[in-house]
């Protein structure tokens, strides 16, 4: 499990990712910049105060409370964005790391979006439960990696098992390998902790959940 950790970090990285690390995170900024505009505006057009001096203050406080919650949202949107692309994604791991092996199907593009989104709120829930947890010293740290290893790690093997396989069957293999999913997902939540980095967490899990979803395959066993 630590080569294939390693081995989807250093994918992320490689020249055939590249181009999609640089849309995401282009994409990504542009998107959060787009938003930030949006809700300078509607905050100075909405909200007025008759002295100029206090209305400048609490425009720059505002604008500067934008940007911390535009830093709560990065993760999320670029799981969003990215969400749009871990086909891709998964292909080019099964064709550079398993050249022997077919390749998978690629998901419908209704089932595409209905994952980006999905990924959005996975990880928009499990941040939140965060910030909830930084209320309870101790135990804060160890909660959101447990979450976020459940949580993240649950879809995005499933994401990877379903261009092999029917989603019942994706579902039942991942129960069967819960353990060893929990485990993996614990490298992504690891990873969702690093700032700007964790930009990238999209690309990191994907391959690394394809290279585990083979091994599990090759066991047979199920």
């Given at each position: 499990m630590f080569e294939d950790?390693?081995?989807?970090?250093?994918d992320?990285?490689?020249?055939?990712?590249?181009?999609?690390?640089?849309?995401?995170?282009?994409?990504t900024l542009a998107g959060l910049v787009a938003l930030w505009i949006v809700l300078v505006w509607l905050f100075n057009h909405f909200v007025t105060v008759p002295w100029g001096w206090v209305e400048?203050?609490?425009?720059?406080?505002?604008g500067a409370g934008f940007i911390v919650g535009l830093v709560f949202l990065a993760a999320p949107v670029s799981s969003l964005i990215a969400g749009l692309y871990l086909d891709e994604i998964a292909e080019k791991v099964e064709r550079t790391a398993f050249p022997a092996d077919p390749t998978g199907q690629p998901l419908p593009l209704a089932?595409?979006?209905?994952?980006?989104?999905?990924?959005?709120?996975?990880?928009?829930?499990?941040?939140l439960f965060a910030l909830i947890l930084l209320l309870l010293p101790g135990i804060n740290l160890v909660a959101f990696l447990l979450v976020n290893a459940y949580l993240l790690g649950r879809e995005y093997f499933e994401l990877a098992a379903?261009?092999?396989?029917?989603?019942?069957?994706?579902?039942?293999?991942?129960?069967a390998n819960g353990g060893r999913i929990f485990a993996a997902g614990l490298f992504v939540a690891l990873f969702v902790m690093i700032p700007?980095?964790?930009?990238?967490?999209?690309?990191?899990?994907?391959?690394?959940?394809v290279r585990l979803h083979k091994r599990i395959s090759a066991e047979g066993r199920y």
């Open positions: 950790a390693l081995a989807a970090l250093s992320v990285v490689s020249k055939p990712f590249r181009a999609i690390l640089l849309r995401t995170f282009g994409l400048t203050t609490i425009d720059i406080v505002a089932q595409v979006l209905v994952s980006s989104v999905k990924f959005f709120g996975v990880v928009i829930l499990a941040n379903l261009r092999f396989r029917p989603y019942d069957e994706a579902r039942d293999l991942r129960r700007v980095v964790n930009l990238a967490t999209p690309l990191f899990a994907t391959a690394f959940m």
